[in-house]
């Protein structure tokens, strides 16, 4: 995909709450695409990628697709229950979340795993 732009929409999971927090958002005043990709490594509670799908579509972009690699059951009915008409491609789903939100048996944090935290 040599001509995609690509951004990045800052969102992490409060760990208390579960709910996502924005830390950055830089995505130009209008859109400049007609397709969006969300890439996420893992779809858990479905909070981030919901609050993701509400960025994108407030900016303006109609046509949205998710793309992870692992999900919970949960966080994938949350998203589809938020938003029918984003196609939710993932690579594998797992059992289901923990108490504390995380992925069942899952791969660990995604981030601590990605940054070394």
């Not at 732009?5 to 130009?28: A, M, Q």
Request: net charge negative.
């Amino acid at each position: 995909m040599p001509g995609a732009e690509v951004w990045h929409i800052g969102l992490f999971r409060d760990e208390r709450t579960l709910k996502p927090v924005s830390y950055y958002n830089r995505l130009p005043v209008e859109p400049t695409v007609s397709v969006c990709l969300v890439l996420d490594p893992m779809l858990a509670t479905g909070g981030s990628s919901v609050a993701t799908v509400d960025i994108l579509k407030r900016w303006g972009v109609t046509k949205i697709k998710y793309v992870g690699i692992l999900a919970a059951p949960e966080g994938i009915e949350r998203l589809h229950g938020a938003h029918p008409d984003v196609p939710i491609h993932i690579a594998a789903i797992d059992q289901g979340l923990n108490e504390y939100g995380f992925i069942l048996p899952g791969l660990g944090d995604a981030g601590d795993r990605q940054f070394g935290t």
